[in-house]
């Protein structure tokens, strides 16, 4: 029986960083479209906050741990298969991002852990993925990245940086999995996340006018398009990084 957009009903997802913000919004959207749902988050607080939001009951759970904790994935992948029977989709959502200032004078420690969650522990989630469930059965993964990762921005460039090379990772692994596995990413531009409010929060309609479409975005522009790539409508795209900035990467310095 077919969901929606193109999404067929029984599809599992595992979703990192799903208990607000852009993960939330895209759990909420393939709860929505018939798939059932594993979202992870550092605090179990937040996640059965989350489920409870969700309101999906047994179509949806969590598992609580730190995105770059090897452990942490196992045990949510094991999990994951072993409560819905597969795993079909997972979406790389969760980031961090302790450094703001001029990258010359960053700590290292701050740009190790910006590595290590934006872009080793999306490898890492997708290898558990590979050999517990998509190495034989196929499936899907979605990076979330940043439309910081294709050109430079002021006093985040180690997060970009990592979303340059997580980027950069989609388009290897897409040609390493294929057939069987598609992966693309999604580049948002500010977004109306508690994670990105430093970027536009007590100046939002000064951040706006620099958007040539006049706002910024919301977690649901960049659940729809998500969604849109994990389902069998993006059936012949792999390897591809959507850019959904309203505009702003089009215009010149």
């Known amino acids: 029986m077919p969901g929606a957009e193109g999404m067929p009903a029984g599809r599992v997802a595992l979703v990192t960083g799903g208990t607000r913000g852009i993960g939330f919004a895209i759990a909420e959207e393939l709860l929505g479209a018939g798939a059932s749902v594993l979202l992870t988050a550092r605090k179990q607080d937040d996640l059965d906050a989350a489920l409870e939001g969700l309101g999906a009951g047994e179509r949806a759970m969590g598992v609580a741990g730190s995105s770059d904790d090897g452990g942490h994935r196992a045990s949510a992948v094991a999990s994951c298969v072993a409560r819905f029977g597969s795993l079909d989709l997972l979406v790389n959502n969760a980031g961090t991002n302790p450094q703001y200032g001029p990258l010359v004078e960053a700590d290292l420690g701050a740009v190790a852990k910006i590595m290590d969650v934006n872009l080793v522990a999306p490898l890492g989630w997708i290898q558990e993925a590979w050999r517990a469930w998509m190495g034989a059965h196929g499936g899907v993964v979605l990076n979330v990245a940043s439309a910081g990762g294709l050109r430079p921005g ?100």
Do not use: C
């Open 154 to 253: 002021a006093h985040i460039g180690a997060y970009n940086a990592s979303k340059a090379a997580l980027i950069h990772m989609t388009k290897q692994l897409a040609t390493e999995l294929a057939p069987g596995v598609r992966i693309n990413a999604i580049a948002p531009g500010v977004v109306r996340t508690r994670f990105a409010r430093a970027l536009f929060e007590g100046r939002e309609e000064e951040v706006s006018a620099r958007y040539p479409l006049g706002r910024i975005g919301e977690p649901s522009d960049a659940a729809k398009l998500a969604v849109f790539l994990l389902s069998d409508n993006a059936s012949w795209i792999t390897g591809e990084t959507v850019t959904l900035d309203g505009g702003i990467t089009q215009r010149p310095w």
